[in-house]
């Protein structure tokens, strides 16, 4: 469809529910608000649920009723919000529901602040809850992005029966772009495992328990082989003007494109720079940087973090390349200057293999 | 055997809603889990006759909870989903929203439900929810092995209360029926006791009220069922019995709470699903239509390539700062540039400055956020000592003023006064200040063509009234800077005819 | 006592009861006891004195195990 300036916050839901979702429960809190608001203002037309939950325990929950219910369901938050879910994307993840949330990262710890923020990388990739599961994690670095990977987000969830979450800073939900929404998808029927109400799923069970352990330790393993699935088929990435890099940016999201102003701007100062965005935080595209490690001399990871991707690039890595890691928090996104000021610096001073500067990178 | 007379018929019996056999049991799957004269068993009994009676088996879908039911899912051949603690309120809410023809029930302990659950059986009975709730209250909780329960009675024992509940260090008894009893929504609330004989068959005939009301659509419906647990109260069963019949009873007086069986009204919405193509209509995705119905569809456009235009738009909340932004967008967007707009949020947004950031660029646009502006749009005097400093050298700064504050005036962008605000009120409504400004920006700049500017106004502005009054505006605002540039020494506008 | 006149008569699963003894203070006509020997879990199961029984019911409703105790009623014919 033509493009049309919109916001994040409610674009994800006109996504959603192009994507068949048809139930949405959720709590407000800054920069999610305007995702609960939408979801209010458009299920009801094209006969979802939408119920305001008394706090994001319960909307969590109720996510894990329209899932076990077998309808295509979301919630949305931002990271304290996210940080009283996490009950429940254990739950979710062991009896292996599928469903969308959608995380819309600010400041922390604690109530922190409002503004953007990439802190609840550990979280989300790592895993906040209790147990041995994953989420699939989909960064979006625009609103186009955020409106194709949420639709995505319905069909891994489907696919693997897993909770998939879509993880941006609150920049991206805030901030209006241009998109062009793809045609509506038919909603799907109730997968055969839900349960429904009715003779045909009345011998269902959803549950996450298994106290003898050989029979939860079989189930952990039938986890762990999705999971390894996950890590061969799914893992997404762009790159950019790496093929000839001496140094390869690694940042997410809204900080991904940052960096590629920033290799554009190394490359007219003589840098040979090159950029490398993971789409999918888990699974990591992790042997596309092991790849690069090849061929590059210095990874710089950037992040609205302290430091949480960079422990991931620096498992690919395998210790084969100096990575380097500059981060802005607090709300704070960094500026192509700064990271430009970081980049020559490690050239100068980081880099383990004197570096061969062209008069033109280009 | 009597069962061997042929003469003879069952007339109670293992009731077929329970499985033949516990398969999902890891052993002794002929039996329950429970300890000998639990009322759990007793209730899923009574429970497994109430779905037979009303012949529901099919539609029902049995949540199990956390606590000594949690597996609730072995026993009834039901739909079964087993949730965390105390959270089956939420859950059962979810599943019944969905699927309205199933039959919901959250069954539900003393710690689960009036502990860790409090706010989700709250709230669910508070919504009205049309779920069955069975809540039992043995006053202990049991499967962690005799813990206090929100609803120990006062002096009892319980390894958290060695010296028996004191209510001045750990509070009274919580009364879950009298608590909802408060709430304007709920349909029907008892409580019951496994005390006697006659308090089963009550039970029995509770819990199936709970269930008929779900089956006739009528909301929200809890029985309390006081229940002995001999293996913690360190009784025998009868001694349980006994205890719960003439000791809980005091704590928690039996009897209805709150019955509109007989006038409750269904509650069902009426929900219609629109065909899939309808959908784009629906979410506002197809093409806009302004005020005179007619389509914007974006003509043949031109960008100049070299085109970069990083806007601060500031002010404070109620001056249209935001979209203010929101038209550059959209007329950048409509121009065929790229464009983003990231707005202030949150509480700073309500506490009275506002601000936001626009890119109208020829190509990809990196960062949404503009540290460095070579444009800024300031509605208000801090907004203007706010991000003079950001500014590049040479960029544009519009200040809502006649004149520009002394000691601003040396910074090296070039400060424009429009008094927006005042042109704003003389053409009837100070709130198209910001529509003046831009008329302003573009009269200054030509970074956007009127086209993209009419078809930006075209579909933001829906009523024909501020219609009318924006496209005043514009030009009111473009004309001040005319005025400005016939003579840039002392702008008067006050004396423009047109603006009279 | 004539079992042949009795209205009703009791079958208790033996493997499944677990001796709780409801049954037995519950029961208005007083016919059933626990047994001396013990079921298979090592509890002494509820058995029927094999005469007296009114088909109440009572015993079946106080019993916590879904199939412990099965009561049966006299055809009239």
């Known amino acids: 469809m033509e493009p049309q300036l919109i916001k994040g916050n409610e674009a994800v839901v006109k996504a959603a529910l192009l994507a068949g979702c048809r139930a949405y429960y959720g709590y407000p809190i800054t920069p999610a608000s305007e995702i609960v608001e939408m979801a209010a203002l458009y299920l009801p037309e094209v006969g979802g649920v939408f119920v305001q939950a008394e706090s994001e325990v319960a909307a969590i929950n109720m996510l894990y009723g329209g899932a076990s219910a077998g309808v295509r369901a979301m919630t949305a938050s931002s990271g304290p919000g996210i940080s009283l879910m996490q009950e429940g994307f254990s739950y979710l993840a062991g009896a292996e529901l599928p469903c969308v949330i959608v995380d819309m990262m600010r400041g922390g710890p604690g109530l922190g602040g409002i503004g953007p923020e990439q802190g609840d990388y550990f979280q989300i990739v790592k895993g906040g809850g209790h147990g041995c599961y994953r989420n699939l994690v989909l960064a979006p670095a625009s609103v186009q992005e955020l409106v194709d990977l949420t639709m995505l987000a319905f069909e891994l969830a489907d696919r693997y029966r897993n909770p998939v979450v879509v993880l941006a800073d609150g920049s991206v939900g805030q901030m209006m772009e241009p998109v062009s929404f793809p045609e509506p998808r038919p909603v799907p029927a109730a997968p055969a495992w839900a349960v429904t109400g009715t003779a045909a799923t009345r011998q269902n069970l959803v549950s996450s328990i298994h106290l003898e352990p050989d029979v939860l330790e079989g189930h952990i393993r039938a986890l762990e082989a999705k999971y390894r699935e996950a890590e061969r088929s799914e893992p997404r990435w762009e790159t950019w003007r790496v093929e000839d890099a001496d140094i390869v940016l690694v940042g997410y999201g809204i900080v991904g494109r940052v960096l590629r102003a920033v290799v554009e701007t190394a490359r007219r100062r003589g840098i040979r720079a090159g950029l490398l965005r993971p789409i999918t935080l888990y699974p990591f595209p992790t042997r596309a940087i092991r790849a690069l490690a090849d061929s590059v001399r210095d990874f710089v990871v950037v992040e609205m973090s302290t430091g949480q991707l960079v422990e991931d690039v620096r498992l690919a890595v395998e210790g084969s390349r100096p990575v380097e890691t500059y981060g802005r928090v607090g709300g704070n996104i960094p500026t192509v200057e700064e990271v430009l000021q970081f980049v020559e610096r490690t050239i100068l001073v980081g880099a383990r293999v004197p570096l061969e500067v062209s008069p033109n990178g280009q | ?500 | ?77």
């Not at chain 3, 037995?24 to 006891?33: H, I, K, M, N, S």
Request: some cysteine; proline content about 7%; overall charge negative.
């Open chain 2, 1 to 500: 055997m009597a069962s061997d007379t042929p003469a003879m018929a069952v007339v109670h019996g293992r009731s077929p809603i329970f499985y033949r056999r516990f398969d999902r049991k890891d052993d002794d799957q002929h039996q329950t889990h429970y300890c000998p004269g639990c009322g759990h068993g007793i209730v899923t009994k009574l429970l497994a006759e109430a779905i037979d009676t009303l012949g529901i088996q099919d539609r029902t879908i049995l949540v199990s909870p956390v606590g000594c039911s949690v597996f609730g899912y072995e026993y009834l051949d039901v739909g079964n989903i087993q949730v965390a603690h105390g959270r089956g309120p939420a859950v059962a809410t979810a599943v019944k929203r969905s699927r309205p023809d199933s039959i919901v029930v959250s069954y539900q302990g003393d710690g689960d439900l009036a502990a860790i659950g409090t706010a989700e059986i709250v709230h669910a009975a508070n919504r009205g929810e049309t779920v069955s709730v069975i809540f039992v209250n043995n006053a202990i909780y049991g499967m962690t092995g005799g813990q206090m329960a929100p609803t120990t009675l006062l002096g009892e024992k319980t390894t958290t209360t060695p010296r028996g509940r004191d209510p001045a260090v750990h509070g009274y008894p919580l009364k879950v029926c009298e608590l909802l009893a408060t709430l304007e929504a709920p349909v029907f609330l008892e409580r019951v006791a496994l005390g006697s004989n006659k308090q089963i068959m009550a039970t029995g005939r509770a819990l199936r009220r709970a269930l008929e009301n779900q089956v006739h659509g009528l909301g929200f419906s809890l029985v309390e069922v006081l229940s002995p647990c001999p293996t913690i109260w360190g009784l025998d069963p009868a001694e349980a019995q006994t205890f719960v019949r003439e000791t809980m009873t005091r704590t928690f007086p039996l009897g209805n709470f709150r019955d509109r069986s007989a006038s409750a009204v269904p509650q069902r919405l009426a929900v219609t699903v629109p065909d899939l193509g309808e959908l784009p209509r629906i979410l506002g995705l197809g093409p806009a239509s302004g005020v005179d119905g007619a389509s914007d569809t974006v003509a043949p456009a031109s960008p100049v390539p070299t085109a970069d235009h990083r806007i601060v738009v500031a002010g404070f909340g109620g001056q249209g700062v935001l979209l203010l932004g929101e038209f550059l967008a959209e007329a950048g967007l409509s121009a065929g540039y790229h464009v983003s707009w990231l707005p202030s949020y949150g509480p700073q947004m309500r506490s009275g400055t506002s601000n936001c950031h626009v890119r109208i660029s020829a190509v990809p646009i990196d960062s949404p956020v503009v540290s460095r502006p070579n444009v800024l749009i300031a509605l208000n005097e801090p907004a203007l000592r706010k991000f003079l400093p950001s500014m590049e050298p040479g960029g544009l700064v519009l200040y809502n003023a006649d004149s520009v504050p002394v000691d601003c005036a040396g910074s090296g962008a070039g400060i424009t006064p429009i008094a927006s605000t005042a042109i704003a009120d003389r053409l009837g409504s100070a709130k198209v200040g910001n529509v003046v400004m831009l008329g302003a920006l573009l009269e200054a700049t030509g970074m956007l063509p009127d086209s993209a500017l009419e078809r930006a106004l075209h579909r933001l502005v829906t009523r024909e009234r501020w219609y009318e009054l924006d496209r005043a505006a514009l030009q009111a605002g473009r004309a001040a800077v005319r005025r400005m540039t016939a003579a840039p020494a002392e702008p008067s506008l006050a004396q423009d005819p047109a603006m009279g």
């Open chain 3, 1 to 77: 006592m004539d079992e042949a006149r009795d209205r009703g008569a009791v079958a208790i699963d033996r493997d499944e009861c677990k001796g709780c003894g409801l049954c037995v203070e519950a029961c208005p006509p007083r016919v059933l006891r626990l047994s001396g020997e013990l079921n298979h879990c090592g509890y002494h199961p509820a058995e029927y004195l094999g005469a007296g029984c009114t088909a109440c019911g009572i015993c079946y409703y106080v019993c916590p195990e879904p199939g412990g105790i099965t009561v049966l009623r006299r055809q009239v014919a």
